[in-house]
Each structure stands twice: as C-alpha cells, then as structure tokens.
C-alpha cells in the first residue's frame, strides 16, 4: 500500500519510524497506520490486529537480540493504542442503520470515544515532535556574556556600605540563634467552673419533686453549656448510684429519667469532675520549683 495520502494531507512521519508493520494492504511505520485510520483513510476492520501485534513482539524480540533493548514506555504505548484499535473495530462491525436500543446506542458512544482517543494520541505525537524540534534548535543556542557597555557603566552609582565587620557578625548571631518555640498565653481566658456536685443536689431536689421528668425540662433553666454537661454528669453518677432510671421510648427522642432512690435524706455526691486536671508538664515544672 502507498504510505502517502492522495488528497495532499500531511503526514507527519518520525525520522527514526522504529516500530513498522508489514501488511498485505499496508507496508509502513506504525505511527502512518495509525494517521491513515484516524483520516479515515484505511478501515479499521481492514487491518489484521494479531498480525500487528505478533510483529511488535518480533520487533521487540529483535531489539533484545541486538542488545539495544527495549523501553517499557514503548510496550505500553503499544499495548494501549493496540486495545483501543480492537474496541475500535470491535465497535465498527456495528451495523449502521437505526439504534434500534439503548446497548446500540451505547456501542456507538464507545465508539465515538475510542476514536477520540485515537485523535487525542495523534495530537499528543505531534506535539511531542514539535518539542523535540525546538528542543534540538535551542541547544545549538548559546547567550552572549559580555560586561556592561563603559557608557553605562559609568552611570551606576558607587555602592556604600555602612555595616563594618563587627555588625555584620551581631546580624549573624540573631539570625543563626535558633529561637524558642513561641508560646500562647492563656490567662486570659477564662470561663466560670461548674461544680457538678452542686448541680447534682439540684437534679435530685428536682427528681423527688417531679417523680420523673424529660432530660430537656432538668435543662430548661441552665444558664450556659456548662451547666447542660455538668447536669449531665450528675445525671450519670446518680444512675451509678442506682437513685434513677432512663427511659427513651424512640430513638434520638426525649430522654425521661425516673427517681428511684430515697424520699428524704442525703445522696452522696461525687467530687471526681470537680477536680482540676493537673497536665504531666504541670507536675514537672511544680516538681522542679519544690526542688
């Protein structure tokens, strides 16, 4: 087959074509097979694909034999332009009258995309010889180092500096002392303590008045969040102590609480949420004044 294009398109051959293909209707490098079907010029139902693929991997074996060896890159290339090819003319064989279902039609958007890809390939082949062009041009380039003309030169104005040796080293030692890490003081913040146990006699007085009450009516009073969690906690050491029961008939509904325990007398409270937390670099530092 003749590897030029009658109607005068371009056809943008590689100077070294590497990979070639050796068909009854084509004779010529890979990449103007490629060109040919993607200008329609060839039908891709034409081409015998396993005769392709059983002479890259002659081409490939030659390459061995030879000690050139061959790149990954250029298998893989092969490999991906190769399944598109087959899905391509996979997708040719389609007959060509109506789409008779949504699967038709689906082939034929396959199709479509396949090609794309192809173009897609095409382009991204020329532009790679493109670079490579230019790439060759500008490394016979050179710049042209010459000192500034004697005319202009005399124009700079003389350069003073005011810093002797002395304050160069004490700029040094500022910027080459490694600094501390910074620290973000917290004093001033600061919010008013909730004492639990406190909030616990509340909770009670309330339970023994009201028998059983909604979670969302203990809290209906609070002043803050810190309350609502310190409430809460309450809540949790009370039905330790077994002094009341929960209830929630659905899920993510009102939480009813039941009194249980005594009608009179004292209920123990716990102290535990009331005492502040003491950070291990706290106990150090207090550990090192005591020394």
Same mark, same amino acid.
């Given at each position: ?87 391509? +003319? ?88 490694? +600094? ?112």
């Amino acid at each position: 087959m003749d590897t030029q294009l009658s109607n005068g398109d371009e056809v943008i051959t590689p100077e070294n074509p590497g990979f070639s293909v050796h068909l009854t209707n084509f004779d010529g490098p890979f990449d103007l097979l490629l060109q040919l079907i993607s200008r329609h010029k060839m039908d891709i139902t034409e081409v015998a694909l396993s005769a392709v693929t059983d002479e890259f991997i002659a081409f490939i074996r030659a390459l061995e034999i030879s000690g050139e060896g061959w790149r990954l890159d250029q298998a893989t290339e092969f490999l991906v332009i190769a399944a598109t090819l087959l899905d391509l +003319k996979a997708a040719k064989l389609l007959p060509s009258g109506e789409v008779e279902d949504e699967e038709d039609l689906a082939l034929l958007e396959a199709r479509d995309l396949l090609f794309a890809r192809l173009l897609q390939y095409r382009a991204f082949k020329e532009i790679a010889a493109t670079f490579n062009q230019r790439i060759e041009a500008f490394d016979k380039t050179f710049a042209r180092v010459v000192s500034l003309d004697p005319a202009l030169a005399s124009l700079l104005p003389e350069v003073l500096i005011g810093v002797g040796a002395s304050r160069f080293a004490a700029i040094a030692e500022r910027v080459l002392t490694p +600094k501390s890490a910074p620290v973000v003081a917290i004093e001033h913040l600061h919010s008013a303590l909730v004492s639990v146990s406190e909030e616990s006699k509340l909770v009670v007085e309330a339970l023994r008045k009201g028998r059983t009450m909604s979670f969302r009516s203990l809290i209906s009073d609070a002043s803050s969040t810190l309350v609502v969690v310190a409430r809460f906690l309450a809540l949790l050491d009370l039905y330790r102590q077994g002094a009341l029961r929960f209830n929630q008939v659905v899920a993510l509904g009102d939480l009813q609480i039941s009194w249980t325990g005594a009608e009179t007398g004292e209920i123990e409270t716990t102290d535990e949420f009331d005492v502040p937390v003491v950070l291990e670099d706290e106990k150090a530092d207090s550990k090192v004044d005591g020394e």
